[in-house]
């Protein structure tokens, strides 16, 4: 079974600093990804970056970076120059690449992340 | 293109009764996924549906059930309704497999009264 910790429920920061959104994750899977998405208010889940397990190379999507530590089972995002929009809830979550995904993703708890200007 | 459709947005529905969510994927996409997501918590997975077969379910009881269409587009049932399934419901598309992530909907919001 998987499991996603995010122990920040919430989180204040000024805007135009950056802001790091912990995460870690339990898995006996080799293989796994790992997702993080934004939730505003409206409800939607809108996909910000993704890291694979055996990726070399921690990912980058514009502002948005994953800090992945694979020794320590983390895997924090990183907001670089953070703006009022970016106010929302944000889950971490992970898929195990065994059966082909077919488990779908495990969510973490979330943190939502206010920006004040 | 359009993204990930799903409807109703809302409704509001009787404990015991009977409720059926849509969702249409984004074309191209095989695989389709449904979550629910109750208040203050992370999404939860129900089911997912590969090719109009059922892959993979969560943990959740038989009063909930799903099935995909030819068209790749897929319904989500729960029947005997509860008032702890008051939550939004959404839904993923994705091609499919290990390939690619996950595109969601604007999800379900239900309320059981």
């Known amino acids: 079974a998987q499991k996603i910790t995010q122990t920040q429920p919430g989180m204040f920061v000024q805007e135009k600093e950056a802001v790091t959104l912990d995460c870690t994750y339990d898995?006996?899977?080799?293989?796994?990804?790992l997702f993080w998405y934004k939730q505003p208010s409206s409800g939607e889940m809108i996909f910000l970056i993704y890291q694979g397990s055996y990726d070399q190379q921690n990912a980058t999507e514009g502002r948005y970076s994953l800090n992945f530590q694979k020794a320590r089972k983390s895997a924090n995002l990183v907001i670089s120059a953070s703006q009022l929009g970016d106010s929302a809830m944000y889950f971490c979550?992970?898929?195990?690449?065994?059966?082909?995904?077919?488990?779908?993703?495990?969510f973490g708890k979330g943190t939502h992340l206010i920006i004040q200007p | 293109d359009a993204g990930v459709t799903q409807s109703p947005t809302h409704l509001i529905k009787t404990r015991g009764q009977h409720v059926t969510l849509r969702c249409s994927p984004i074309s191209g996409h095989k695989s389709v996924s449904w979550y629910q997501q109750v208040l203050g918590q992370g999404p939860q997975f129900i089911f997912q549906y590969y090719e109009k077969e059922e892959r993979g379910r969560g943990n959740f009881p038989d009063r909930f059930s799903a099935r995909q269409f030819p068209n790749y587009s897929s319904e989500l049932n729960v029947n005997a309704l509860l008032l702890g399934d008051s939550a939004l419901y959404l839904c993923a598309s994705s091609l499919g497999g290990q390939a690619g992530g996950y595109t969601f909907g604007s999800g379900t919001r239900l309320t059981v009264v």
């Open positions: 979550a992970m898929r195990a690449n065994s059966g082909g995904g077919a488990d779908g993703l495990t």
């Open positions: 898995t006996s899977d080799p293989s796994y990804g």
